[in-house]
């Protein structure tokens, strides 16, 4: 059976079963198609279909761009991987657990491995203390919202665990800051500019493309209320705040804040597969592309880049994708993967939180790229 009657059996069996909305799925292999197809809706309501232009609200597909972005900017000598965070941001003095203000780097705020983590206590503490992460609404500015975890003990010291986090927002202001201007005219200026990625900002271009966001429930999954948070029984936990990339005041986040089209960001992937297209050098890519936190652990069989995890062993990960492939995703409903080995590039976006990210759809989907 071939890859484009393999990919398209999974698409239309979650189509069919609505445990996926609407999809756009590309891949591609030495920078040509092998397959790209839109299918569902974007606004399952109105019965608005899916195309190839629409928007979707990216997540954390967000961090391997603004990833890039501060690579480019090192790349270009503005600033180092050895920085002081606190050097660039100091308003920003988060303390171990001993009480000493942490020295975080630009590279631990890239590995994650800078003693910040993910957790929705810290957005549900009371208002005048909360911290958003990314995905809830806010009024306040990078300083405004990330100095209130000067309070707030790190998880670990930097440096000596592996925890994914809101670390790329605390790196999107330090970009912004080195800049001089807003995170989005940064990642416009060095990445999405000089690739023509005409619709990756932190606000949406076209608000009537924009796909509806949907969370996953049973029958089917349910158009998200602004804000959401999934029922107990979902087993996981997260707030969402659909509203928020339409909020000019909110700080503009560097893990999850902005949207784009399916196609922008098959632009950017390949431009990373084929060693920076210009705008990051070969070096780097090859940097961001190999383990980049040691023997600290990860998920079995992966390390981390800079852009995303890395696949060192293929049986410990349980994937077909080969040693060196990188890989991520986005809780509003997307995955993707840069398979160099192959010259694999394959993206699937989706308006399904969180199916679309880490459920079944996308572990399907690399099995029908595969073919096993």
Same mark, same amino acid.
């Given at each position: 059976?071939?890859?484009?009657?393999?990919?398209?059996?999974?698409?239309?069996?979650?189509?069919?079963? &609505?445990?996926?909305?609407?999809?756009?799925?590309?891949?591609?292999?030495?920078?040509?198609?092998?397959?790209?197809?839109?299918?569902?809706?974007?606004?399952?309501?109105?019965?608005?279909?899916?195309?190839?232009?629409?928007?979707?609200?990216?997540?954390?597909?967000? *961090?391997?761009?603004?990833?890039?972005?501060? /690579?480019?900017?090192?790349?270009?000598?503005?600033?180092? /991987?050895?920085?002081?965070?606190?050097?660039?941001?100091?308003?920003?003095?988060?303390?171990? *657990?001993? &009480? *000493?203000?942490?020295?975080?780097?630009?590279?631990?705020?890239?590995?994650?491995?800078?003693? /910040?983590?993910?957790?929705?206590?810290?957005?549900?503490?009371?208002?005048?203390?909360?911290?958003?992460?990314?995905?809830?609404?806010? !009024?306040? !500015?990078?300083?405004?919202?990330?100095?209130?975890?000067?309070?707030?003990?790190?998880?670990?010291?930097?440096?000596?665990?592996?925890?994914?986090?809101?670390?790329?927002? $605390?790196?999107?202001?330090?970009?912004?800051? +080195?800049?001089?201007?807003?995170?989005?005219?940064?990642?416009?200026?060095? $990445?999405?500019?000089?690739?023509?990625?005409?619709?990756?900002?932190?606000? +949406?271009? !076209?608000?009537?493309?924009?796909? =509806?966001?949907?969370?996953?429930?049973? %029958?089917?999954?349910?158009?998200?209320?602004?804000?959401?948070?999934?029922?107990?029984?979902?087993?996981?936990?997260?707030?969402?705040?659909?509203?928020?990339?339409?909020? %000019?005041?909110?700080?503009?986040?560097? #893990?999850?804040?902005?949207?784009?089209?399916?196609?922008? $960001?098959?632009?950017?992937?390949?431009?990373?597969?084929?060693?920076?297209? &210009?705008? /990051?050098?070969?070096?780097?890519?090859?940097?961001?592309?190999?383990?980049? $936190?040691?023997?600290?652990?990860?998920?079995?069989?992966?390390?981390?880049?800079?852009? #995303?995890?890395?696949?060192?062993?293929?049986?410990?990960?349980?994937?077909?994708?080969? %040693?060196?492939?990188?890989?991520?995703?986005?809780?509003? #409903?997307?995955?993707?993967?840069?398979?160099?080995?192959?010259?694999?590039?394959?993206?699937?976006?989706?308006?399904?939180?969180?199916?679309?990210?880490?459920?079944?759809? %996308?572990?399907?989907?690399?099995?029908? =790229?595969?073919?096993?």
């Amino acid at each position: 059976m071939s890859v484009e009657r393999r990919l398209d059996r999974v698409i239309d069996r979650f189509l069919d079963s &609505g445990r996926v909305t609407g999809a756009v799925v590309l891949a591609y292999q030495h920078g040509e198609p092998i397959f790209r197809r839109a299918a569902g809706f974007a606004d399952r309501e109105a019965g608005m279909p899916v195309k190839f232009d629409t928007i979707f609200r990216l997540a954390s597909v967000t *961090k391997p761009i603004v990833a890039a972005t501060a /690579l480019a900017m090192i790349d270009r000598g503005l600033m180092a /991987l050895s920085d002081r965070v606190a050097d660039h941001l100091p308003w920003f003095r988060p303390k171990t *657990k001993d &009480g *000493k203000v942490a020295d975080i780097t630009i590279h631990q705020l890239l590995t994650h491995t800078s003693g /910040l983590v993910y957790d929705l206590a810290l957005e549900l503490l009371p208002a005048d203390r909360a911290i958003t992460c990314g995905l809830l609404n806010t !009024d306040l !500015d990078y300083a405004g919202n990330f100095s209130r975890h000067n309070a707030v003990q790190l998880a670990f010291a930097p440096g000596t665990q592996w925890a994914y986090s809101f670390a790329t927002d $605390i790196l999107g202001a330090v970009i912004a800051n +080195v800049q001089g201007a807003s995170l989005e005219e940064a990642v416009v200026t060095y $990445i999405a500019g000089p690739l023509g990625m005409a619709d990756s900002r932190f606000h +949406v271009t !076209d608000v009537a493309r924009l796909a =509806v966001p949907y969370a996953d429930s049973h %029958p089917v999954p349910v158009r998200m209320t602004d804000p959401y948070f999934a029922a107990e029984d979902t087993g996981w936990t997260m707030g969402f705040s659909p509203s928020r990339i339409f909020n %000019p005041k909110a700080f503009q986040s560097g #893990g999850a804040g902005m949207a784009g089209t399916a196609d922008d $960001i098959l632009i950017f992937l390949e431009a990373l597969r084929v060693g920076g297209k &210009g705008v /990051l050098t070969p070096e780097t890519i090859q940097a961001g592309f190999s383990n980049r $936190i040691g023997e600290l652990v990860t998920d079995p069989g992966c390390k981390f880049g800079y852009f #995303g995890a890395v696949v060192e062993d293929s049986h410990a990960a349980m994937t077909p994708q080969s %040693p060196g492939t990188i890989r991520w995703g986005g809780v509003y #409903g997307h995955n993707w993967f840069i398979d160099p080995a192959r010259g694999l590039t394959v993206l699937n976006m989706t308006n399904n939180a969180v199916e679309g990210c880490m459920g079944e759809f %996308p572990n399907r989907i690399v099995e029908a =790229v595969y073919g096993v």
